[in-house]
């Protein structure tokens, strides 16, 4: 099969018949937990939500710190599915953008409280748009109880106090409109930082043109964005998004030059609609693209294209990648396996190609977090980065190296992958075996300077050692 | 052998070794509340504020250890008290970024970057301090950091050495193994190849330095990821490495409930491990100035689940030879209301930058600071070393 015609096929994943990676995802049933299960299931100490029971509750040291162990075995559990589905699963362009939007959008596993709503907002919001519309992502990630604990938008409210007052100098500009000034330190209760980084992360770019007053202005629209079920105040209810009136700022506002009149929820709704079409958004979701499936510094002229392709569509993500893998940019010589790998694309890529099926992920979960880049836990609203520049160094290579080393090792117990294809029929000596090491994990393209480095090491090494150093040199780390 | 012979960056190479000062950076990631760390003790509002996390001072038990009279440490700092009294250990009360994000990524950001405000600042500022030196990049020894991701003050132009624990900065293959991985990585070019570079150089350079030193293990650190990092650390440091900076964090103070027994149990690793540290150096320790900080303080007042919530002025910790220890630096404007940032947090009165760049100066002989903390202007010296 042809790139293009591969492209194509993993473009309509749901086409992809894919029931093998569907029966191993069925051995992770934290995938299928709601968050009120979880906050059952996995009580927080002091909290305790859901459990009345446990309510007021002193707990020793000792069950203080297994209650949260409890807690965080959760990210594991999430990590062991996660990989189960990246290396087993046959829609990989799929895996590849839910990891993309997660990352875009991210959300911590460890920031107060949104322990039990990862899951959800990995199930619920990323995996049903990541190759759908974009405004309709944005709007379910503005929803989604994760991003409102973990941007603190859930404590985000209007002073019931606040009179809007006219700005003197945008009257003297004579625009005609009248802004709205906001007094600092009068009694704001706004909190900024869901807003900022809607601006900054999920739209249109720290340059995107946008001011500090439209920060406020934005986060003033999201007044009264908030979780309903999390407060201990009240009897357990479902933990959704529940629009506040009550905390809801009712004053017109002003964002990017255009004003909202008041109305309620749908003020935000049209804010997100209007910043998902503005063309520093487009360019910079084109320029994220870019970088993830061809350069660390895409062309710009590709950039463009791509974003012209954004915006045309009205921001259909399906429509965006076509644009990037039919471009002649994508598969040039210029950029051809240019990217290094991240610590997770290094992981998966030598699963994948070892045809893999561990049944214990915890050495692989706990190799990403030394690699640092472990699933669920990057705790900045950034994201991973996605270039070289932030990845390579001598801990991460020294990882990657020792990580395959540990992978081959077959003195702690059996390989949950065959050495076959590196040792084919008969027995043939290292140079066979590297041969195939060549083909099965570099696809035969190896440089002039890793086959010489490899061909004079020492006769006497077993496969599995051979096949590390292969894992382990530079041309691997590349894709 | 004759120094005039040797290439230029030889001589600053020598020169580099016999000085080898060496500035470490601890990192405390989470915002740690530095009321309940260096108490305001006598002060009525400071029990007032904290009614059920406050901590009490009476003589002669196990409660606050006393510092000055007016200023007491957390009880799991006592292992820190020797230093205190001995004059090597001194705090700076109300430090922080003058940016008032309460954001822990941004405040982190701009403590990195050592840009508060700005962001998409490309490298951090240790880089920048290290490419003072003219030498910088010759030695990937020069710069440190033990941290599981390359951290972000250390990003920038200067190759440095960043490991997970000395434990993981070798080959489990062994020996042959490095030799074939300096053999592959040898013609690659950009990152990879100097990463690669790195990698082996600093792999052989720690191994022949601490198989001709072996300094024995120091066995006083106990558990806990910093403490052992610190115990990697010393055990570089006193093995001749020419470090110039060095990078360790430990996160996990962001307590906005249960505060009492998680900075308890924190405080104790930091402090023990600190501790360590300084008794594990020795001699060494004259030439070591240990910098520890944190990216905001917490409220002055608890709030309705035993815990803090996120403040504006914090602590910073400064160890070592030269410090002017035993005192509480940085203005201190009391706990009323109308003395606090907005009216619920201790203010910045002293800007971390200040507080660096006179260990920059002072310790490393790095006056010109210009580009490691660009449109910062220096205020009058705080004076701890």
């Known amino acids: ?66 209650a949260y162990g409890r ?33 875009h959008f991210n959300v911590a596993f460890d920031k107060n409280g949104v322990e039990w709503l990862v899951g959800s ?128 700022d009712a004053n017109a506002k002003t964002i990017l030059g255009r004003s909202f009149a008041p109305d309620g929820e749908k003020e935000g709704e ?51 990648l076509r644009a990037i893998f039919k471009s002649p940019e994508f598969l040039s010589a210029e950029h ?19 045809d893999a099926r561990p049944a214990d992920w915890g050495s692989t979960v706990r190799a990403l977090e030394t690699m640092g880049q472990p699933l669920y836990r990057c705790e900045a609203p950034t994201g991973y980065p996605q270039t070289a520049k932030a990845w390579v160094s001598s801990s991460s290579l020294l990882g990657r190296a020792n990580y395959a080393a540990h992978l081959f090792d077959a003195s702690k117990g059996t390989l949950p992958f065959s050495l076959a294809p590196f040792e084919g029929e008969a027995p043939g000596g290292q140079a066979l075996v590297l041969g195939n090491a060549f083909r099965v994990l570099l696809n035969g393209e190896v440089s002039e300077t890793t086959r010489k480095a490899l061909a004079s090491e020492r006769e006497g090494l077993d496969t599995g050692k051979l096949a590390a150093l292969v894992m382990a040199s530079p041309d691997f780390q590349r894709r | 052998m004759a120094l005039w012979s040797l290439p230029p960056w030889l001589h600053a190479a020598a020169r580099m070794a016999s000085r080898s000062k060496t500035l470490v950076v601890l990192f405390q990631r989470g915002a740690a509340d530095g009321l309940n760390t260096v108490i305001p003790f006598t002060d009525p509002l400071y029990m007032k504020s904290r009614p059920s996390i406050g901590l009490k001072y009476s003589a002669g038990d196990d409660g606050i250890l006393d510092l000055d009279g007016r200023f007491g440490f957390h009880p799991s700092l006592a292992p820190l008290v020797p230093l205190w009294k001995s004059g090597q250990l001194a705090v700076v009360h109300c430090a922080g970024s003058p940016n008032d994000s309460r954001s822990h990524f941004d405040a982190q950001d701009y403590m990195e970057t050592g840009t508060p405000g700005v962001k998409g600042t490309a490298d951090g500022w240790l880089n920048r301090a290290i490419s003072s030196f003219p030498e910088a990049g010759m030695d990937p020894l020069s710069a440190i950091a033990i941290s599981s991701r390359p951290p972000r003050i250390l990003r920038g132009n200067v190759p440095v050495t960043s490991m997970t624990s000395l434990k993981d900065h070798s080959f489990v293959q062994g020996e042959d193994a490095a030799e074939t991985f300096e053999a592959m990585y040898g013609g690659s070019k950009g990152l990879l190849g100097s990463a690669g570079a790195a990698t082996t150089d600093s792999v052989k350079r720690l191994r022949s330095l601490l198989s001709s030193s072996a300094p024995a293990k120091y066995a006083g650190y106990g558990n806990g990821a910093l403490p052992q990092a610190l115990s990697d650390l010393a055990r570089v440091l006193k093995s001749g490495a020419p470090v110039k900076v060095a990078f360790v964090d430990i996160g996990g103070w962001d307590h906005h409930i249960g505060q009492s027994y998680r900075l308890m149990d924190l405080l104790n690793q930091w402090g023990r491990g600190l501790s360590a540290f300084w008794r594990d150096l020795g001699d060494k320790a004259n030439d070591v100035v240990v910098v520890s900080m944190t990216e905001f303080g917490r409220t002055v007042a608890e709030n309705g689940s035993q815990g803090t919530d996120h403040g504006h002025g914090g602590v910073m910790f400064m160890l070592g030879g030269p410090v002017k220890g035993g005192k509480v630096y940085g203005k201190w404007s009391g706990l009323e209301r109308e003395s606090l940032y907005e009216g619920r947090d201790l203010p910045v009165t002293t800007d971390f930058r200040q507080v660096l760049g006179e260990a920059l100066a002072k310790h490393l002989g790095v006056t010109d600071q210009a580009k490691i903390f660009p449109s910062f202007r220096p205020g009058s010296p705080v004076g701890w070393i």
């Open chain 1, 1 to 66: 099969m042809g790139v293009q015609a591969y492209l194509a096929e993993q473009l309509d994943p749901a086409k992809l018949e894919d029931g093998a990676c569907d029966k191993a995802v069925e051995r992770c049933p934290i995938l299928r937990e709601s968050i009120n299960s979880l906050f059952m299931e996995y009580p927080q100490p002091g909290i305790n939500l859901f459990r009345p029971d446990l309510r007021g509750k002193v707990l020793s040291a000792k069950e203080n710190e297994d």
């Open chain 1, 71 to 103: 807690i965080f075995s959760m990210v594991n559990d999430l990590a062991a599915a996660r990989l189960t589905r990246i290396v087993g699963s046959r829609r990989q362009l799929y895996e590849v953008m839910v990891d993309f939007w997660f990352n």
């Open chain 1, 270 to 320: 049209e804010v997100l609609a209007m910043l998902s079409r503005r063309p520093e958004t487009a360019k910079r979701i084109a320029f994220k693209l870019c970088q993830r499936f061809v350069a660390d510094e895409p062309p710009a002229l590709l950039v463009g294209k791509v974003a012209e392709t954004f915006l045309a569509s009205d921001g259909d993500i399906r429509e965006t």
């Open chain 1, 336 to 354: 051809y396996r240019t990217k290094v790998k991240t610590p997770l694309e290094f992981v998966a890529s030598a699963l994948r190609a070892l």
């Open chain 1, 121 to 248: 907002f990995e199930r619920d919001v990323i995996r049903p748009h990541a190759l759908g519309n974009f405004r309709e992502l944005l709007t379910a990630v503005a929803k989604s109880p994760a991003m409102l604990v973990y941007l603190d938008n859930n404590d985000n409210f209007a002073d019931p106090n606040f009179k809007p007052v006219p700005d003197p100098s945008m009257m003297a500009m004579g625009s005609g409109t009248m802004m709205m000034q906001n007094a600092p330190g009068k009694g704001q209760r706004i909190n900024e930082n869901y807003a900022r980084e809607l601006l900054e992360l999920h739209t249109l770019g720290v340059d995107g043109g946008y001011s500090q007053k439209d920060v406020v202005e934005t986060a003033r629209v999201f007044t009264g964005w908030a979780v309903a079920g999390l407060s201990s105040d009240s009897a357990p209810q479902p933990v959704c998004f529940k629009f506040k009136g009550w905390h809801h």
